[in-house]
């Protein structure tokens, strides 16, 4: 059970003409996976009335018959409530301890410990793993927290989605179209 850390910079790959997609209240409507539609979902749904388009790339979408800006943020007319409970992931539970080793502090490659082994009936659930460096997992092996002689920065529990959302802020996709950033970020650089 583990797996780089590095795959968080290819979460989001330049995909063309992708649309940023906002609630109604103009927050996205997730932030891991950052909600993004395809240009031909986000025109669909403009055409529909269910979305408003905020703002359109500047170039055109050209095929034979027609010629079209694709919105590159839409927002819903129609507020969705987020779900309150975060789902038990690999992704989320490593957002969740912000992609650090909860032993050490240690950032790089992750895996997942248990906190009771498994083997002494610690279950796989939001409030038993943590994301634990190599080193750390190695030395804590199938041993408590007491035997091993080690201790938590905080003790494991479920998230709400808002807290991953808020930790999803911090470890944003590697491409960020620039009308996105308004909506991602309140402390965005101002270009001059
Ligand atoms: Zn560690």
């Given at each position: 059970m583990?797996f780089?850390?590095g795959?968080?910079?290819?979460l989001?790959?330049?995909n063309g003409?992708?649309a940023l997609?906002?609630n109604?209240d103009?927050?996205?409507l997730?932030?891991?996976?950052?909600s993004?539609?395809s240009?031909?979902?986000?025109?669909?749904?403009a055409?529909l009335?269910?979305?408003?388009?905020?703002?359109?790339?500047?170039?055109?979408i050209?095929?034979?018959?027609?010629s079209?800006r694709?919105?590159?943020v839409v927002?819903?007319?129609?507020?969705v409530?987020?779900?309150?409970?975060?789902?038990f992931?690999?992704?989320?539970?490593f957002?969740?301890?912000e992609?650090?080793c909860?032993?050490?502090g240690?950032r790089?490659?992750?895996t997942?410990?248990h906190v009771?082994?498994?083997?002494r009936?610690?279950?796989?659930?939001?409030s038993?793993?943590?994301?634990a460096?190599?080193?750390?997992?190695l030395?804590?092996g199938a041993?408590t927290?007491e035997e091993?002689?080690m201790s938590?920065?905080r003790?494991?529990r479920?998230p709400?989605s808002?807290?991953?959302?808020?930790?999803g802020?911090?470890f944003?996709?590697n491409y960020?179209?620039?009308?996105w950033?308004?909506?991602l970020?309140?402390?965005?650089?101002?270009?001059?």
């Open positions: 583990s780089r850390t795959f968080v910079r290819d989001s790959a330049p003409y992708s997609v906002l109604a103009y927050r996205p997730s932030y891991y996976p950052l993004l539609w240009w031909q979902d986000a025109i669909k749904a055409y009335n269910r979305v408003d388009v905020v703002y359109e790339y500047d170039r055109l050209r095929s034979p018959s027609i079209i694709a919105p590159s927002a819903l007319r129609t507020y409530r987020p779900v309150d409970l975060a789902a992931t690999r992704f989320n539970l957002l969740r301890d992609f650090t909860q032993y050490c240690g790089g490659e992750l997942f410990d009771v082994p498994r083997a009936g610690g279950k796989t659930e939001w038993n793993v943590v994301a460096c190599a080193t750390c997992n030395r804590k041993k927290l091993a002689e938590l920065g003790m494991p479920q709400t808002e807290e991953l959302r808020n930790a802020r911090r944003p996709p960020l179209h620039e009308t950033l308004d909506f970020y309140w402390d965005v650089e101002l270009e001059s």
